[in-house]
């Protein structure tokens, strides 16, 4: 991926999301020169690849624990034998799970009708990703047409014994996976090893959709709730679960942030208690993407500021004149500088109630 792979950030660690491209799995006995995807199922000393602790292929592990099926009727391996089956573990306020979208769209269009099935196995990572309604509008918002399963309580990503967002699990008409891919990136070869899979000759052509820009020093992925939060940089030390007046300081590090106004500080998330509650970030990156809500359920004005002044040409796709307008709990992208460089953005609340969850970049 050349300067768009970045590293794999596990479960357990601050960071739970995928940020970089990272390929285990691979195919059995397919010439890499003609495919441009594959390589042999065992390393050049014959040693098998493991992925998770098991040799590839392996059987696909079962969907269970699952609340509920959108866009179609519960499904089970057992009776998808037969098809080719791409599982996506991704949930809907995650970057780099949204930029994979288009690709997975692209891949069911064209070929469903040969005999693949595109399962979004959607593995939440906040609260509020639990709610039916809220994935029914990421689905129809990303104009997502594939099978899409409710994983709430995480039982099917403890099943294939996953670790990242997104993940991809490519599984063979017998039933056994015989590749994966985790992260962005690599999606030519994804595509390749679909068609291998499903019998087609020639190389896939493959659509060119959003892809992350990388620098070296970039600011990790940034949350705000105090279970996993790094970072903070303010006067006064975070409170639990307490209604805060929290003052910003004269200066903050690269990657730090803080607070000004009252706010409440709780496991997941961060809320504000009055209007002009504001939220600083240093931040090395092009772009700034930020999960936020609304406790309410009432829209909210959020005005930004980039460097002390008006956003102007670097207000990213959800703050157009520098205003984003929260009506749900979703992914913002705030801040796109055209190249990636320093910047600290400031986030005001026109209201109360506003939520916000974590900073990614690139």
Known sequence: MGKQALFAVPVGKISRRLVAALVVGVLLGVPMQEHDAFAAGVDPQGVPVLKNGLAMPYPAPKFSGISAWLNGPPLTIAELKGKVVLIDFWTYSCINCVRTLPYLSDWYRKYHRLGLIVVGVH??????????????????????????????????????????????????????VVYTHFGEGEYATTENNIRYLLGLKGAAQTITAETPTYMANETPETYLGYARAEGFAGNEAIRADASVVYHFPADLPVDGWALNGKWTVSAEKIVADAKGAALRLNFNARRVFLVLGTASGKPIKVKLKLNGAAVGESAGGDAPGGVVDVKRNTLYRLIDQKTPKNGLIEIETQAPGLEAYAFTFG
Request: hydrophobic share 40%; glycine share 4%.
């Open 123 to 176: 593995s939440p990572e906040f609260d509020f990703e639990k709610r039916i309604g809220n994935v029914k509008a990421a689905i129809a918002h990303y104009h997502i047409h594939y099978p899409v399963a409710l994983d709430n309580d995480m039982a099917t990503w403890n099943n294939y014994h996953n670790l990242y967002w997104p993940a991809h699990y490519l599984i063979n008409r017998d039933g056994m």
